[in-house]
C-alpha cells in the first residue's frame, strides 16, 4: 500500500492529465493537464508539481487493448515511465487504464466551457478515473 499524497498521469503523446489525492487517499481531483513537449520541460513541470504538493509516489495508465493484451502504446507509456523512475526518483504504479478515457468523455460532455478550460484537456479527467481505480483496488 502506497502512503501519502498521489500523482496519477494519463501519458499522452500531447498531453498529459494529472490528478491528485490528499494523504489519505480519499479525495481525487483533476489538475491542469501540461503539454507533452519535450523531456526537459516535462521534467522541470513535473518536479515543480511533485515539489510543490508534496507528492509520495506516481500512478500512471497503462493503456491495455480490451482483450488484455498489451501493444505500442504501453511499450510508449513504459519508456515514459523508465524515464520518469531516472528524473524524479519516485516509486511507480502502473494501473490499467481500460475505459477510462470513455468515462472522462462522458463526464467532459457534462461540464459547462469554464470547467472545461481550467483542465485544459480531457486527459486530466482520465487520470483522475485511473487515481480513482487505484485507490478503489488497493
Known amino acids: 500500500m502506497i502512503s ?3 500523482l496519477a498521469l494519463d ?5 498529459i492529465g494529472l490528478a491528485s489525492c490528499d494523504e489519505l487517499g480519499i479525495a481525487v481531483r483533476p489538475l491542469p493537464s501540461i503539454p507533452n513537449t519535450n523531456r526537459r520541460e516535462l521534467r522541470r513541470r ?5 515539489d510543490e504538493m508534496g507528492i509520495a509516489s ?5 493503456p ?3 482483450d488484455g493484451s498489451s ?4 511499450d510508449r ?6 524515464h520518469l523512475q531516472e528524473d524524479l526518483g519516485l516509486p511507480v504504479v502502473e494501473v490499467d487504464e481500460r475505459l477510462s478515457t470513455v468515462e472522462a468523455n462522458e463526464v467532459w460532455h457534462t461540464m459547462n466551457a469554464r470547467q472545461r478550460r481550467r483542465y485544459r484537456t480531457i486527459d486530466s479527467l482520465a487520470a ?3 487515481l480513482k481505480r487505484f485507490l478503489e483496488e488497493s
Do not use: D, E, K, P
Not at 506516481?58 to 497503462?62: F, P, W
Not at 507509456?77 to 523508465?82: G, K, N, Q, S, T
Open 58 to 62: 506516481l500512478v500512471i495508465g497503462l
Open 46 to 50: 513535473l518536479r515543480a508539481i511533485l
Open 128 to 130: 483522475a478515473f485511473i
Open 64 to 66: 491495455m487493448n480490451m
Open 71 to 74: 501493444g505500442v502504446s504501453v
Open 4 to 6: 501519502g499524497r498521489i
Open 77 to 82: 507509456v513504459r519508456h515514459f515511465i523508465l
Open 11 to 15: 501519458y499522452g503523446t500531447q498531453n
